[in-house]
């Protein structure tokens, strides 16, 4: 993977941008918009390598989450409306991905037992291994991202993430 110089980092010219809103806007608060860039910035990052890692395996980065979701969920099975929910898609977004699994053989499509107007996405033998293929990669890959961290760290700034996406939730 090509990895940016660490001297010249990707948010430089980010922070330029705001120094230059704030002398102009005085009130703008910098604090808050360069959380919110960082958060912003993180996510490309995280999407972009994420897709680099999971081409050698046929997948992009949606598809890897709907295949998570799935294999993480308590019977192993998942409504695309469910999928659609947790994943913050549109349900049109979460078909199309969908589609495009069961067409690769990685999921199989099921009426529900309870409500047979509903269906019930189940990964195939070959989801499963799939996932156990690429989980060590996508292992190494996040302890990689956090390897400055410490445990304490990483635990502080998860509280802190979690009471931005509060802030970020409630209403205006």
């Given at each position: 993977m090509n990895?940016?110089?660490?001297a010249?980092?990707?948010?430089?010219?980010?922070q330029?941008?705001?120094q230059?809103?704030c002398?102009?806007h005085?009130?703008f608060p910098?604090?808050?918009?360069?959380?919110?860039?960082?958060?912003k910035?993180?996510h490309r990052?995280?999407?972009?390598?994420?897709n680099?890692?999971?081409?050698?395996h046929?997948l992009?980065?949606?598809?890897?989450?709907?295949l998570?979701?799935?294999?993480?969920s308590p019977?192993?099975?998942l409504?695309?409306?469910?999928?659609?929910?947790a994943a913050?898609e549109k349900?049109a977004n979460v078909t199309r991905?969908?589609?495009?699994l069961?067409?690769?053989?990685?999921?199989?499509?099921?009426?529900s037992?309870?409500?047979?107007r509903?269906s019930l996405?189940r990964l195939?033998?070959?989801g499963?291994?799939?996932?156990?293929?690429?989980?060590p990669?996508v292992?190494?890959q996040?302890r990689?991202?956090t390897?400055?961290?410490d445990?304490?760290?990483?635990?502080?700034?998860q509280?802190l993430m979690?009471?931005l996406?509060?802030?970020?939730?409630?209403p205006?």
């Open positions: 990895r940016p110089d660490p010249a980092s990707r948010f430089d010219a980010t330029l941008r705001l230059a809103t002398r102009k005085r009130s910098r604090p808050a918009a360069t959380l919110v860039r960082l958060v910035l993180l990052l995280a999407v972009d390598h994420g680099e890692l999971l081409r050698a046929g992009g980065y949606p598809e890897y989450n709907v998570m979701m799935i294999d993480a019977d192993g099975a409504s695309p409306s469910l999928i659609a929910e913050g349900f991905l969908t589609n495009q069961v067409d690769k053989g990685l999921l199989a499509r099921a009426a037992a309870q409500d047979r509903m996405l195939t033998p070959a499963h291994a799939l996932i156990a293929a690429f989980l990669q292992s190494r996040l990689h991202y390897r400055h961290l445990t304490s760290e990483q635990a502080q700034l509280a979690l009471k996406l509060r802030g970020m939730e409630e205006l």
